[in-house]
């Protein structure tokens, strides 16, 4: 059973910066892309960054290029996105998912696995 176990959210300033980690088990997900999704209550949930599968391709939404960057250790089973230059409309519920394909995007409906959330609060 594939799952994603998340790690990392927390209460920072505007401007700051925090890592989430999102590891998988149950699967070697070398070649599976890990997409980070966000959620914000009364709005849909997004695609913010994806990266594929054996350092493939990453993608970006445009709301958070250039301040957020994805990676992943294969030797840790672990994918992570880096989040710099943090803005109060980043404030979400952060979900990694896979939709065990190789390329980005990931579309919500291939998902099939998600990671439990964790919540970024970006305040002054």
């Known amino acids: 059973q594939v799952q994603l176990v998340q790690s990392g959210g927390d209460l920072v300033q505007p401007g700051g910066s925090l890592r989430l980690s999102c590891t998988v088990t149950?699967?070697?997900?070398?070649?599976?892309?890990i997409g980070w999704f966000r959620q914000v209550p009364g709005k849909e949930r997004e695609l913010v960054a994806c990266i594929s599968g054996d350092g493939g391709p990453t993608h970006y939404d445009r709301s958070v290029e250039g301040r957020f960057t994805v990676s992943r250790d294969d030797g840790k089973n672990t994918a992570y996105l880096q989040m710099n230059y943090l803005k109060l409309e980043d404030t979400a519920t952060y979900l990694c998912?896979?939709?065990?394909?190789?390329?980005?995007?990931?579309?919500?409906?291939?998902?099939?696995?998600w990671g439990k959330g964790t919540l970024v609060t970006v305040s002054p």
């Open positions: 998912a896979t939709d065990l394909m190789w390329s980005c995007p990931i579309a919500i409906r291939d998902v099939v696995t």
């Open positions: 149950g699967l070697n997900s070398k070649l599976t892309a």
